[in-house]
Every structure is written in structure tokens, then in C-alpha cells.
């Protein structure tokens, strides 16, 4: 959808001249990228496991690194290195487990979802109450 949209912003934008093939190069290659995740879900799924567990590991060592670099207090230098190793650990978890940490991922997207999306229709109701309020 959002390659679509930068497609048609691009077309748009070709009379401003307003870096118009940046946005439409960058629309294609997400169109290709949509359709390439279509057609290969199972690839896509893997792939993105193990960016997940590499993110967490390089994560955790550049924490490692920022822990010992910076003049930090004894706590915080402490906390850092409790995040670090929770997630290196955390990365090699899901590179060892990747169909576990997916559907263990897929459920914890899904309880946001459901959790986030009905705080929202709660907020709704009260943002219009407040907006018939001013009204009156």
C-alpha cells in the first residue's frame, strides 16, 4: 500500500520537480519487495526471524561496548550490562528457536493489537464525548 502511495506521490510530483524519482524508485522497490514477501511468505517469515536474533545480538554487544565506554554511574553501568546479555541472550534464542520465536511473536503482536485497538475505541468514545462538550 505505502509503495502505491509513493508511486502515485512521484507521478504527482514530476511537474514540482520536486524529487519526484526518488519517491517513485522508492514506491517500486517497496511494490517489489510487497510482492516478493507475498509469493515467498515462508522465506519471509525466516528471514525476518533471523534479522531479529542478529538485531538482538548486535544489539546487545553494542551495548556491551557503551556500558564500558561511557562514564556512567556503578547502576546504570550494571542495568546496561543486565540488558546487554538479556539480549544477546534474547538473539541466540530466536536464532536457535526461529519457529517458536515466531509464533511467540505473532502472539505477542496479536495481544498488542487487541490490547492497543481497545484502549483506542475507549479514547474514541471519550474524545467525542469532550468534543460534544465543547460544542455545548
Do not use: C, H
Amino acid at each position: 500500500v505505502s509503495g502505491v502511495a509513493n508511486i502515485i506521490v512521484g507521478i504527482g510530483s514530476m511537474a514540482r520537480g520536486k524529487a519526484w524519482f526518488l519517491t517513485l524508485v522508492l514506491g517500486a522497490f517497496q511494490v517489489g519487495i510487497g510482492v516478493f514477501a507475498l509469493r515467498g511468505a515462508d522465506q519471509t517469515l525466516g528471514t525476518f526471524i533471523a534479522i531479529l536474533g542478529l538485531t538482538f545480538i548486535v544489539q546487545g554487544i553494542m551495548s556491551l561496548v557503551v556500558a564500558f565506554t561511557e562514564d556512567n554511574d556503578s547502576g546504570l553501568r550494571f542495568l546496561t550490562v543486565v540488558a546487554a546479555i538479556i539480549a544477546i541472550v534474547a538473539g541466540f534464542v530466536v536464532l536457535r528457536y526461529p519457529v517458536s520465536s515466531g509464533l511467540a511473536f505473532a502472539w505477542v503482536v496479536g495481544v498488542y493489537g487487541l490490547i492497543a485497538g481497545s484502549i483506542t475505541i475507549a479514547l474514541s468514545f471519550s474524545v467525542r464525548d469532550q468534543i460534544e462538550k465543547l460544542k455545548a
